[in-house]
């Protein structure tokens, strides 16, 4: 055991021990970091506030018409205060201008501008978006990107559309907004659009030599100048379209305004179109198809024409699914009720065997069936192969029109449209996008337009109003012409000319024959054939004749006959439906309150208050008195018109189907003997 000093010392000693340890330990510290210094540094992502971005048109335009061209700006920037190299997205989207499935605005090519550092645009034709990756460093500001839409003449309807474009920026921390522009969109009947013309260049020609002319001798001679040669206009890409996408292959299609060969590039990044395709042949018209590609990949490509580059664009492959397909035997053409074709088998569609003839402005309708469900869009694009014999075929953007798909009933899709105004042959084809993201086009016919059945005065060739033409139809079976009978909404045949001389009418290929007649002309019987060597529907011109009792005769058996014949056609639309029987039996009924009504009102004027007491009593009977002869008037020809239904549809359907309103008619008659005849 230590005693209380020896404890004293060990403890003094154990303080001595640690306070000389720290102070080794603070001298050899400040030995190893006296030269040295602790840095920390952190990044402070930037702020909205720091970038720029705004978006506008630069047109200044809020109405527009078909064949417009609008263009577009998006300014852009980051400021000092981004203190950092910033990636910028830029996305243009003009897809909000459709009505009725169909697009107004179209991308006019090669109009995009580069981004800051010669970034390029980036255009998606499919998703109808136009995209930009700029790498921009901070300070830099006021930097703008341009681009240029056109409206098409695809909508003609009187509806007023909102065409809104919208603009967005994307930095990698935040979403700068969206902006947006909005025009209203308003079809000009009465705009010309441009007549097609032939694609073949100006020829260049040599330069002929100036000739002076023979002038007397005391006078200069006159030199003739050469004719002015029109200079041959650049080459421009003036279309590109993606006509097909699967999930191995894509469909480009270009258009040049001369002809020239093309290369397409492609890859799958928009720096890397490592990939080449080339058309040399000299053309108007390349097509190229990408094969062997990724299902859900993106790829990148652009047409090269020499020297000149177009857009690069983008496009998405489908994912591995089946490609929706028209099914066999449904599509079918036919005209105000008149079927034009049989159901035709995709054979036929494919290899372009069915040529339809049609007049010029008359409507008609496509119905056909899809295989499977899993469709995004359908669109009907006719596009026009020759114009009076020019051949244009893909020339430009403006010789298509596309027309809305509607689905009629579950997997039946039907396409209504009005024949082009020019005579010439047009390509329909249906266009099916599928949600797999795959596009498949089929040609569906060749359009045959030519001029319409007219009629006209022999003497003076102007158009005649109201003749009347009867038509009949060859039957191959007895060789013999027929009557052409439709039972539609109104009598078919026979038809009447308009104002201009055209009688309205669409036929299916055959042969056929017309009575022509007018008064004051002689009638004239003609026979034609409706096929694809045609090239217009009969122009008929008839010879005027002196008034005469024949003709007159002739006239009134004519107008006797049309009467028939709608009465006919009349009888034949009512005996489906028993509704008009009750429509004419519950007016008769209600005739009859009325009527009874009136009689009371009348029996009790006369009996309660005599004229010489009451002088407007008098006045008050005249007015009842009238009324009730009115309805009386309308009972009996609604109880005559039943009473001639019944008794018809009675020798057609028999006793029973008929009985409700035999009996209700019955009723109806003897509750008016005994309220009126009483």
């Not at 056109?150 to 559309?161: D, E, H, L, P, R």
């Not at 010879?543 to 107008?559: I, K, T």
């Not at 009985?659 to 509750?671: E, I, K, Q, S």
Request: glycine content about 4%; proline content about 7%; aromatic content about 10%.
């Amino acid at each position: 055991m230590y005693t209380k000093p020896q404890k004293c010392f060990i403890v003094s000693l154990a303080l001595l021990c640690v306070l000389c340890l720290a102070s080794y330990f603070v001298i050899h510290a400040k030995a190893v970091f006296a030269d040295q210094s602790l840095q920390v540094s952190a990044t402070v992502p930037p702020r909205t506030s720091d970038y720029q971005f705004d978006f506008s048109q630069t047109s200044g335009q809020t109405n527009v018409q078909q064949d417009q061209i609008l263009t577009y700006q998006i300014t852009y920037g980051a400021r000092a205060s981004a203190g950092q190299t910033t990636v910028l997205t830029l996305t243009a989207d003009y897809s909000h201008d459709s009505i009725s499935g169909i697009d107004i605005l179209d991308y006019v090519p090669g109009s995009a501008s580069d981004g800051y550092g010669n970034a390029p645009p980036v255009v998606d034709l499919i998703n109808r978006k136009i995209q930009w990756t700029i790498t921009l460093p901070n300070g830099v500001t006021d930097q703008t990107v341009t681009f240029s839409l056109q409206t098409n003449s695809n909508y003609t309807g009187s509806a007023t559309v909102p065409l809104t474009v919208t603009a967005s920026a994307q930095t990698p921390y935040f979403s700068l907004g969206q902006r947006s522009n909005t025009v209203y969109y308003t079809y000009n009947p009465g705009s010309a659009t441009p007549t097609p013309t032939s694609t073949t260049p100006p020829a260049t020609a040599t330069p002929l030599p100036q000739t002076p002319t023979t002038t007397p001798q005391n006078q200069l001679p006159t030199i003739t100048p050469a004719p002015t040669v029109p200079l041959k206009p650049p080459l421009q890409i003036t279309n590109v379209s993606i006509t097909q996408v699967s999930q191995t292959s894509v469909t480009v299609s270009a258009t040049t305004n001369l002809p020239t060969g093309l290369v397409l590039q492609y890859g799958t990044s928009q720096g890397a179109l490592t990939k080449t395709l080339a058309s040399p042949a000299s053309d108007i018209t390349h097509v190229f198809t990408m094969s062997s590609l990724s299902p859900d990949t993106t790829y990148y490509f652009r047409i090269v024409a020499g020297s000149l580059y177009s857009d690069i664009y983008v496009v998405h492959t489908a994912k591995t699914s089946t490609n929706q397909q028209i099914q066999n035997q449904t599509v079918t053409f036919s005209s105000n009720g008149i079927l034009l074709t049989t159901p035709m088998t995709i054979e036929q569609l494919t290899q372009h065997l069915q040529t339809i003839v049609l007049p010029r402005d008359e409507n008609f309708e496509v119905t056909f069936s899809l295989s499977s469900s899993s469709v995004k869009s359908l669109l009907g694009i006719v596009q026009s192969e020759s114009v009076l014999g020019i051949s244009n075929f893909f020339t430009t953007a403006q010789n298509e029109t596309v027309i809305p798909v509607f689905e009629k009933t579950p997997g039946v899709f039907t396409l209504q449209m009005r024949t082009p105004n020019a005579k010439g042959m047009y390509a329909l084809r249906i266009r099916i996008q599928q949600t797999d993201g795959s596009i498949n086009q089929f040609h569906i016919a060749t359009i045959k337009v030519v001029n319409p059945f007219t009629i006209r005065s022999q003497t003076t060739q102007q158009p005649l109003n109201q003749a009347r033409v009867f038509f009949y139809h060859y039957n191959y079976l007895t060789h013999t012409y027929i009557p052409l009978v439709y039972y539609d909404t109104r009598p078919r045949n026979p038809l009447f000319s308009d104002s201009n001389g055209i009688v309205h009418i669409v036929l299916p290929q055959g042969k056929y024959k017309a009575d022509i007649a007018a008064v004051g002309f002689v009638q004239r019987s003609i026979t034609f054939s409706i096929n694809p060597a045609i090239t217009d529907f009969p122009l008929v011109s008839l010879q005027p004749s002196s008034f005469s009792l024949g003709q007159l005769l002739q006239y009134l058996a004519n107008a006797l006959s049309d009467m028939l014949i709608a009465v006919s056609i009349f009888l034949q639309l009512i005996s489906s439906s028993y509704e008009p029987i009750g429509l004419f039996a519950v007016a008769a009924l209600c005739m009859l309150v009325v009527t009874s009504i009136l009689t009371i009102i009348k029996l009790s004027l006369r009996k309660s208050a005599a004229p010489e007491k009451f002088p407007p009593a008098k006045y008050l009977t005249a007015v009842v008195s009238l009324l009730l002869l009115f309805f009386k008037s309308i009972y009996q020809s609604c109880l005559f018109l039943v009473c001639i239904l019944c008794i018809f549809l009675l020798f057609l359907f028999g006793f029973t189907p008929v009985f409700p309103w035999l009996a209700l008619t019955v009723l109806t008659l003897l509750l008016w003997f005994f309220f009126i005849r009483l």
